[in-house]
């Protein structure tokens, strides 16, 4: 038995069910966009995205703009209402299923997790002896990002929000990566379209790559659209990952802690409160024991162990 | 409150930086945007306050005559819409204004309201230089623009609502007229920007 499952643990070596699904949605999306670029479909950018008067409208824009607008007009508010009720129903999953940010952070880091932390260390973190096995389940060893945390991404909110007020345009715009990416196709295309070549053909994607690439701190550190999404994914019931207690292996008393080694937000599945979770289906992927599923509504018993124990709680 | 480690701060400080930093810089720079804006849009405090870059406007112009802002025309115009009239004129369709999902661009009368106005340019219109021209009279929708004795255009820019027609149709800068000033005989201009 633990051969086998020694064998089948390593994830790094294959790309997994889930994470093939997401990158092809990840790519579809995001081919309708530069499709819609070079031929005038009018679907718009993923600042907003839609079709004729109905598009959905980016959070982080939409606050800026109330602010600098000093207005909260119906038309926009309909356009916000689509990202938010995406994030009750589907929480962070704009993350891993959508944004290129993650994906253009990626090329810049290699196989390591997106921002330096190592995914997944070697096989040692999956032994499963049989000695090492006792009968007691084991309680979770909980993610660094469990919970929802007033995080350095909230200074950037702040400034923000209050540059758009100060200055009366929405300033951050300009630097964000995902309007920075597509501006980067957009130049890139009207250049190759127009033969115009324009200081933006270099200027976007350098700032990209800088952002991402040099600093590569965005998405857990900067990014204010995902502080956004966690404090909005609080509420979010659906999808939620659930550890089947009965397949789990630390449920055995083996410590096995594949999932949480293996998540890109750093989270427990295990624990209930994880707004973080972006829903890529890595630890699904991970599990030695596919004890990991994402369902519409969770299953309603929950583990022993869905709660740290008092010793290990985070403040 | 989580322990924000030293790194982070730093990094969100430098971002903080930039932030402001784009910000002071498009300010600065707003005395100087006298560029076209979608029809909507003349109210340039309120359409800078509003425009999110996404581009929807540019995407659903039939006439493909809305490009993206670049950044020689500054911060304020980087990336945002701007009016391109040798690539197709304004028809007032309304595509953009219904496309804009921040009401940056809103409500346009045609009949009362103008992107711009035309305005001819002596240097290059070749009715100026020989008197045989007289096309953007003949094109213009809106009967803005005459013939006058001179054999000159002369636009009424009451009339005038910065359509684009007499940009895109005049066929000076070519040939013999040609001078490399990127300007056509006649030019839409921002009202009130004329030099």
């Known amino acids: ?315 | 409150m989580s322990g924000i480690t030293r790194r982070q701060f730093a990094a969100s400080a430098v971002t903080s930086g930039a932030i402001v930093a784009l910000g002071c810089l498009g300010v600065t720079g707003r005395a100087d945007a006298s560029v076209l804006r979608p029809p909507g849009g003349q109210d340039e405090a309120s359409f800078q306050a509003k425009c999110i870059r996404c581009g929807r406007c540019r995407e659903a112009c039939p006439e493909r005559c809305i490009v993206d802002g670049k950044i020689e025309q500054g911060i304020y115009a980087v990336r945002t819409p701007v009016m391109n009239y040798r690539r197709g004129h304004c028809t007032f369709c309304d595509l953009c204004i219904e496309a804009c999902p921040t009401n940056a661009l809103s409500s346009f009368n045609p009949d009362i309201e103008a992107i711009g106005v035309a305005v001819v340019d002596p240097e290059e219109c070749i009715a100026f230089a020989n008197g045989t021209c007289g096309v953007c009279a003949d094109a213009c929708p809106y009967g803005a623009i005459t013939i006058n004795s001179d054999k000159v255009p002369v636009v009424d820019v009451s009339m005038c609502n910065g359509c684009g027609v007499c940009e895109q149709i005049c066929p000076s800068s070519s040939y013999q007229s040609y001078s490399g000033s990127g300007r056509c005989g006649i030019n839409v201009e921002v009202e009130g920007a004329r030099s």
């Not at chain 1, 703009?65 to 999953?93: D, Q, W």
């Not at chain 1, 990626?106 to 995914?119: D, L, V």
């Not at chain 1, 089947?244 to 449920?251: A, H, I, K, N, V």
Request: overall charge neutral; charged content about 20%.
């Open chain 1, 1 to 315: 038995m633990s051969d086998q499952k020694h064998n089948d643990a390593s994830p790094k070596r294959r790309v997994g069910k889930m994470t093939r699904v997401r990158v092809f949605v990840l790519g579809v999306v995001l081919a309708l966009v530069v499709f819609g670029i070079i031929f005038n479909i009018g679907i718009g950018s993923y600042s907003s995205l839609g079709f004729g008067e109905l598009a959905w409208l980016c959070p982080i824009g939409w606050l800026e703009t109330a602010i600098s607008g000093g207005t909260f007009a119906i038309h926009p508010l309909i356009g916000v209402l689509i990202p938010i009720v995406f994030m009750l129903i589907f929480g962070k999953a704009f993350c891993s299923w959508i944004c290129p940010t993650p994906i253009i952070q990626r090329m810049f880091r290699g196989k390591r997790n997106a921002e330096g932390e190592s995914a997944t260390n070697d096989a040692e973190k999956v032994s499963i002896d049989d000695e090492s096995c006792a009968c007691e389940a084991l309680p979770p060893v909980g993610g660094k990002r469990d919970g929802w945390h007033f995080d350095s991404r909230w200074i950037i909110v702040v400034v923000a929000l209050a540059a758009a007020f100060i200055f009366g345009f929405p300033v951050f715009c300009l630097i964000c990566p995902v309007g920075l990416t597509f501006a980067s196709i957009a130049s890139i295309w009207h250049l190759l379209q127009s033969n115009e070549m324009t200081w933006g053909v270099i200027v976007f994607p350098l700032l990209l790559g800088l952002e991402l690439g040099i600093f590569s701190k965005w998405c857990k550190v900067l990014c204010p659209i995902s502080a956004i999404m966690s404090l909005v994914s609080r509420a979010n019931k659906t999808f939620h990952v659930s550890v089947d207690p009965s397949t789990c292996l630390r449920s055995h008393g083996c410590d096995c802690h594949v999932c949480v080694d293996t998540c890109p937000e750093l989270v427990d599945p295990h624990i209930e409160k994880i707004p973080e979770c972006t829903k890529c289906g890595i630890c699904m992927d991970a599990c030695p024991a596919q004890a990991i599923s994402m369902k519409f509504l969770a299953r309603a018993k929950r583990s022993v162990s869905s709660k740290l124990p008092e010793s290990a709680e985070k403040d």
